[in-house]
């Protein structure tokens, strides 16, 4: 079986990548946007997993950036939704567009 | 005899209270501040008769002059290798002489004040601004450095304007004490810049240097003020006569008087010890301080001369006129100031010449005493009758017999009858104008008639007039407080003893301008025609004011424009005003006034405006919606992408 090449990932993750920012600038919902920006963050970790194997295949470096970015996606998703809940609490809404108060 | 040990505490143990009374006065020393302050005082004033003693018969002549002793120099602020302000002490007679007034003085407005201002609320603060104002005349009249001297003048002045204005419930003692205070630090501008000029050209500021160089003939420094000029006059005139009008203004000559009528808002025993016996004198004793540089310059002394003779008189004829007690005595103060300083104006330097310059030490001495015994008298005075109109006395010999028996003794001192203090002073001084100057010694003489006057319808207004005594305000528990307490009435004494005693003490022999005896007795002969004159012109006192009668009415209206014009101080207040309010603040004022609120106020606010016009426009940005801010989060990314992948060479 072919490997398949390395542009094809690349592409896989782009699209991803993509996605996710479409996901980020359109959704109201905050609920959404925490899950495009979990989209943006993996189509980071296929890169790197992916240039990892592609380029040095004799090290883990990578792999390891990837392992510790998931951990951080987790914590940070624990802190998004604690402040997502708490927002309810507040407003009665998760909608971005009602949590606009800090500004000028 | 080491002096070090103890002239230090003379004018620091003043200081000492000062600092004490000012800080816990009010809560801890409500009841005993006086006391303290006049313990202290006594002290001081101990030291100072021990230092006086030691200076002028133990140590201080060598080979028959008093020298010029610098027991203590420390320097404070070096600007160059030669010029340098010193923190000293300077020893010779005429310092002396003063911190021994200055501190007798004040121990005896201590001791009045005890009694004067007995349950004044700020019985503490009272002191410690005595306090404070001994310490700072102690400290002028002690300085070794001419800029020494400058700094404890500011603050003989501080003290003046706390002192004029210590109720400072009442208008008219607030404006008399910006009064006072703008006037004379109008006056002291001349004096700082008369420092810079004589300090710059003679190359020290120290006194005994500054006097070495500047009146030896042949030194660089005397050559170069005298070579230098400033508008077609010399340097030297410049400097000493800017000095000069320092000393005008705290000594009040004309036309820098108007404060000093106006200073006696402040409590009459403040009256008595700064505007009357010390502070006014400064100017007095920076002239003498000085006099050996002054007498090198024969325009200046004419102008110190004219200056005095002029405020002697003007200031007599209008004490004539005046109804307040305190401010006749002002006046009167003027016109004795204005005495010393034409003495001066006519002494020359050395030997016999420096006739002038130890008749007006000598008048400074005695006129400290009879004048504070005046003030204090007066004091006594208002503090019984509660007024200072002299409308309102009269009558009073009985009521208050000590004090009118002083205030005879103080009156017939000033009005020099002899064997009074003033009589053998005001003969010197009289002498002496007699000796150079015909003109100025009409003009003293003149003065010498109106002061006898002058105090004698003083006396017989506040003691004579009516029969019987006027209605005296009741005030509650004092029924029977007629003169006073025990420590109003015992100043009084004393100091009427040394009104008495004090013309025989050997002046001639003690001050004198470069620390040699004179060889001067009184004239008899000479004395005749002064002495005759004043007894006619209290005679004549005696015959209008004695008993209540119409001739005084009689007489002012006969004198019509004149009487008023005399009446209203000559106007001379009025012209400050217009000078002052019309010219200055609309030539002036105004548009200084226009340049700040428009020019000034305009490049502040204009730039405010911008900042806040341009943060309106860019606040927008911060909306408060994150998406917003995401799109810029990237765009931002994306630019730096395209910055470092395509233009990044």
Redesign the interface.
């Known amino acids: 079986m072919n490997e398949v090449p390395l542009t094809h990932i690349l592409f896989v993750s782009t699209a991803l990548f993509f996605i996710g920012?479409y996901g980020?600038?359109t959704r109201r919902n905050m609920i959404t946007?925490l899950m495009s920006i979990e989209l943006l963050l993996n189509s980071v970790n296929i890169n790197f997993v992916a240039f990892n194997k592609y380029l040095y295949p004799d090290k883990l470096d990578g792999v390891f950036f990837a392992v510790f970015i998931i951990t951080i996606a987790a914590a940070e998703a624990a802190v998004a939704i604690a402040i997502i809940i708490n927002l309810y609490r507040s407003h009665k809404s998760i909608d971005?567009?009602d949590?606009?108060?800090?500004?000028? | 005899m080491n002096y070090q040990l103890y002239i230090l505490l003379i004018p620091l143990l003043p200081f000492a209270t000062f600092v004490l009374l000012g800080i816990f006065g009010r809560r801890y020393f409500k009841k005993s501040s006086g006391i303290i302050g006049t313990t202290a005082l006594a002290a001081s004033t101990v030291l100072s008769v021990m230092t006086t003693y030691n200076y002028f018969f133990v140590d201080g002549k060598v080979n028959g002059i008093y020298q010029k002793i610098v027991p203590l120099k420390y320097t404070w602020l070096q600007f160059s290798p030669n010029v340098s302000i010193d923190m000293g002490v300077l020893l010779d007679p005429i310092s002396v002489m003063m911190i021994v007034i200055v501190s007798f003085v004040s121990l005896m407005v201590h001791v009045f004040s005890l009694g004067y201002m007995k349950g004044e609320n700020r019985f503490a603060t009272y002191y410690s601004f005595l306090s404070l104002f001994t310490f700072s005349m102690l400290g002028l009249v002690l300085s070794s450095n001419i800029f020494q001297i400058y700094m404890f003048w500011e603050l003989v002045g501080v003290s003046s304007y706390l002192l004029i204005g210590f109720y400072f419930d009442k208008p008219s003692a607030v404006a008399a004490s910006k009064k006072a205070f703008i006037v004379t630090r109008f006056a002291d501008l001349g004096f700082l810049i008369g420092i810079l000029i004589l300090g710059f050209y003679g190359g020290t500021l120290d006194f005994n240097t500054l006097t070495e160089r500047l009146t030896s003939a042949q030194s660089p420094q005397l050559i170069g003020i005298t070579t230098a000029s400033f508008l077609g006059v010399s340097m030297l005139t410049w400097g000493l006569t800017l000095v000069f009008i320092g000393g005008a203004g705290k000594s009040a000559m004309f036309p820098l008087h108007i404060w000093l009528p106006d200073a006696m808002e402040g409590p009459t025993p403040v009256s008595a010890l700064i505007h009357a016996a010390t502070m006014v004198v400064a100017g007095v004793f920076l002239v003498a301080r000085l006099f050996p540089i002054f007498s090198m310059d024969p325009v200046v002394l004419n102008i110190v001369t004219w200056v005095g003779a002029s405020s002697a008189l003007i200031a007599a004829i209008i004490a004539c006129t005046q109804t307040d007690i305190k401010r006749v005595l002002a006046f009167s103060t003027m016109s004795q100031i204005g005495y010393m300083m034409f003495a001066l104006g006519i002494s020359g330097n050395g030997g016999e010449e420096g006739l002038g310059y130890m008749g007006s030490m000598f008048h400074l001495f005695t006129h400290a005493f009879f004048k504070s015994l005046l003030f204090l008298g007066a004091g006594a005075v208002i503090h019984l009758v509660h007024s200072n109109d002299m409308k309102d006395m009269g009558g009073l010999r009985k009521l208050m017999p000590i004090t009118h028996l002083t205030f005879l003794i103080a009156c017939l001192a000033i009005a020099g009858i002899p064997p009074f203090a003033g009589f053998f002073s005001k003969e010197e001084i009289l002498l002496a104008a007699f000796h150079s100057n015909t003109f100025v010694y009409g003009i003293g003489l003149l003065t010498a008639v109106l002061t006898a006057f002058y105090m004698f319808r003083l006396y017989f207004s506040i003691f004579w007039n009516k029969t019987s005594s006027p209605a005296l305000p009741k005030v509650e528990g004092f029924e029977h407080h007629n003169e006073g307490t025990l420590s109003m009435k015992l100043p009084l004494i004393i100091l009427a003893v040394c009104t008495v005693g004090a013309g025989f003490i050997p002046f001639s022999k003690l001050v004198t301008a470069n620390g040699t005896p004179l060889q001067t007795q009184l004239d008899v002969m000479f004395s005749i025609a002064p002495v005759l004159l004043s007894t006619l012109a209290i005679l004549l006192a005696a015959w209008l004011y004695k008993t209540e009668n119409e001739k005084p009415a009689i007489i002012a209206v006969s004198m019509g424009a004149f009487y008023n014009a005399t009446a209203k101080k000559f106007y001379i207040d009025e012209l400050y005003l217009f000078v002052t309010k019309k010219i200055i603040f609309n030539l002036i004022g105004r548009p200084a006034a226009w340049i700040d609120r428009n020019i000034i106020d305009g490049c502040v606010n204009g730039l405010a405006n911008v900042t806040g016009t341009t943060s309106n426009i860019i606040k927008v940005v911060q909306s408060g919606k994150v998406q917003s801010y995401a799109l810029y989060f990237f765009g931002g990314i994306a630019g730096l992408a395209i910055i470092f992948i395509y233009l990044w060479k």
């Open positions: 920012m980020l600038f946007m971005v567009e949590a606009a108060q800090l500004k000028w």
